[in-house]
């Protein structure tokens, strides 16, 4: 019997992780394509205070302390602001995906390292079908492309955690620890200048690290002493030994040095920039949503985050639970437990977040990888038991296959509801919203949908009579992909409206007309169209007025400002009341042709009731009402910043 060269097992490995690596950027590419040729969502999530801090530390040139266009100091730390402010100014280009472009690369990295860590833990198989479930969960439609930090913090959160994992669990060899010690201490500095100012990543890594360092063998001793009270110091002498031994191995104390050296110099010289507006915004973005005390506490969901996790990780999540039930509940916390490491990864997560005031669905995405570890577990653990196993084996293998079924069923009644809306009953149509506008390629895609859900359901069935669960949840992957399309483009509040295309239309227009004359914005600011020309507008400081941000007539007249920027709403607040009636009154709107020369206008803005932009070529005087408004004597032009 020939026996093959180990050159040649090493150059066939190598080839199988190249190609595994690339499946993975490109299942990753497919998410972020379906999402990027979307309607936009740059004025929600706010995405608008993050963009607006990249945008004016370009403008101002501090990027230690950026401001947005609302003159507010941002709420995040600088690291994104360092990363996306380059690009845009080497580029020149104000768009969706150069602000979102620090998210994309983290999310194409995440992916990988995903694959490499699950290949680390499992196998090859389960790391390339954890990847790829990873990126297509349902919340991955919208985290892959926004203008957040959420998934550059867990990028830093899952590379800690690979580093240390090859400090204590999956140990390299001694002289190499110290590189990984180094990575580890890394992400976690770069975690600090991400989001939550060192606190999130401390917490969340740390409580991973502590919870499985502190589950191992040894605990059936204990069960020998009689004596309760001394069981209880003997586990906790125990535990504590443990993490002694983990805090040496990690070198914590020396990791904590770095990052106080790194961060107490930026976080001094913001304080000094900002003072007390810079102990405000620390004190809403932490302490508040800690506490839930102060001015105005952010509110969280009524649902807790174990609820938000399974419904915005799908289908990951169900194969996920499917992994609790295959392992027996004394394995869930043993090294001998082959869930052990990612289920103590995602309580560390889950936990902090139902014991804090305020949450969101976006911070459960650093634990996300772990779930889809333990899914890709669970579905190579059902191929492995076979057709011979016990009935919980057996029942799970349906539930496995319900997930691509549900998906194909989504992906064929979806679009034909679409296509067919002005004939579906009015239950339907009460709950599903047809958009204002679609465009012809996404009906084409739509009709395509409908073939690819009934491959995914023919498919997810015959394969799952045949004990193929691997290619059922490759099955579920490809579905994801349509049921994200079907989201983004239809389904979704930005689908329906519009708004944001309403918003970059207006952009585009602006930027060639006003090119790089000075312009006001007038209640329009969270519009996002400051944004798409790359600098800010200003705003007068009417005598006697001592809210910055608000425009007056009186206000536009001192100023020689050519530009205006505003809606329906803004005109509204230059208008006044008039009273047309003895017994009532009646608002009369401001029309745009009382400030000047329209130049440029959208449909109506339907979120938050903002009506129709307006970019505007001021006249002087300003006419309300039919009747000019002479301007007061002033002479100078009135700045803002």
């Known amino acids: 019997m020939d026996v093959i060269p180990s050159n040649n097992n090493e150059a066939v490995g ?17 998410v972020i394509a379906v999402a990027a040729t979307g309607p936009s969502t740059t004025y929600a999530y706010a995405q608008l205070q993050q963009i607006g801090a990249v945008v004016g530390s370009i403008e101002s040139g501090n990027w230690l302390l950026p401001r947005d266009q609302l003159d507010g100091l941002a709420i995040k730390p600088q690291l994104y602001a360092w990363l996306a402010g380059p690009v845009l100014i080497a580029t020149g280009i104000y768009n969706d995906f150069m602000f979102r472009l620090p998210t994309v690369a983290a999310s194409f990295v995440l992916g990988v390292l995903v694959y490499f860590l699950g290949r680390r833990w499992y196998g090859r198989r389960v790391g390339l079908l954890a990847a790829c479930l990873w990126a297509t969960a349902q919340h991955m439609g919208k985290m892959t492309y926004v203008a957040l930090t959420d998934m550059l913090l867990s990028l830093w959160i899952l590379l800690a955690i690979m580093c240390a994992d090859r400090l204590l669990f999956h140990r390299a060899p001694r002289g190499q620890r110290w590189k990984w010690a180094v990575g580890l201490w890394a992400a976690m500095i770069l975690g600090a200048v991400t989001k939550g100012w060192g606190i999130a990543n401390l917490i969340l890594v740390g409580g991973a690290l502590a919870l499985a360092t502190a589950v191992g063998p040894g605990f ?3 069960r020998l002493v009689d004596d309760s009270g001394t069981e209880a110091v003997l586990l906790l002498r125990l535990v504590v030994r443990r993490w002694w031994r983990a805090m040496k191995a990690t070198y914590l104390i020396w990791g904590i040095l770095a990052m106080v050296v790194v961060l107490t110099p930026i976080w ?11 102990a405000g915004v620390f004190d809403r973005d932490v302490f508040q949503r800690i506490t839930g005390s102060g001015e105005s506490p952010p509110h969280s969901r009524s649902t807790g985050p174990a609820l938000n996790l399974l419904y915005y990780a799908m289908p990951m999540s169900i194969f996920a639970v499917g992994a609790l039930l295959l392992t027996r509940f004394r394995l869930w916390f043993s090294r001998r437990g082959p869930i052990s490491l990612p289920l103590c990864w995602v309580l560390a997560v889950v936990v902090p977040f139902s014991l804090t005031h305020a949450f969101r669905p976006d911070y459960l995405l650093p634990c996300y990888a772990a779930v889809a570890l333990m899914a890709a577990w ?12 016990g009935l919980l084996t057996q029942i799970l293998r349906h539930v496995f296959t319900a997930a691509p079924v549900v998906i194909g069923a989504a992906l064929i009644l979806l679009p034909l509801i679409y296509l067919y809306y002005d004939y579906m009953p009015r239950f339907i149509t009460n709950n599903i919203k047809m958009p204002s506008s679609v465009p012809a390629p996404t009906w084409w895609v739509l009709c395509g949908l409908i073939v690819l859900g009934a491959v995914v359901l023919v498919l997810a069935v015959r394969w799952s009579l045949q004990w193929r669960l691997r290619r059922v949840a490759a099955v579920a992957v490809v579905g994801m992909l349509g049921v994200i399309f079907i989201d983004r483009h239809m389904f979704s509040r930005h689908a329906r409206t519009r708004d944001g295309e309403k918003m970059i239309m207006l952009a585009r227009k602006a930027k060639t007309l006003i090119g790089e004359d000075e312009f006001a914005v007038h209640r329009a600011h969270k519009l996002a169209v400051e944004l798409y020309l790359g600098r800010f507008g200003l705003w007068a400081e009417p005598s006697g007025t001592p809210d910055r941000k608000m425009w007056t007539a009186d206000a536009l007249n001192r100023s020689d400002v050519p530009w205006l920027i505003t809606c329906d709403r803004g005109l509204v607040r230059l208008g006044a009341t008039k009273i047309i009636k003895s017994g009532g009154k009646e608002i009369e709107i401001m029309k745009p042709e009382d400030l000047g020369l329209v130049e440029a206008g959208t449909e109506p803005v339907i979120s938050q009731k903002w009506g129709r932009i307006y970019l505007i070529r001021l006249r002087r005087p300003i006419r309300v009402f039919g009747k000019p408004r002479t301007p007061p004597h002033a002479s100078g032009k009135q700045d803002n910043r």
């Open 268 to 278: 001094v010289g913001m304080f000094v920039q900002g003072g007390s507006e810079f």
């Open 378 to 389: 669970a579905v190579e653990e059902i191929c492995r038991r076979g057709r011979n196993a």
């Open 220 to 222: 059936k001793v204990l």
């Open 14 to 30: 190598r080839a199988r992780t190249f190609l595994d690596v690339v499946l993975v950027l490109l299942v990753v590419a497919a």
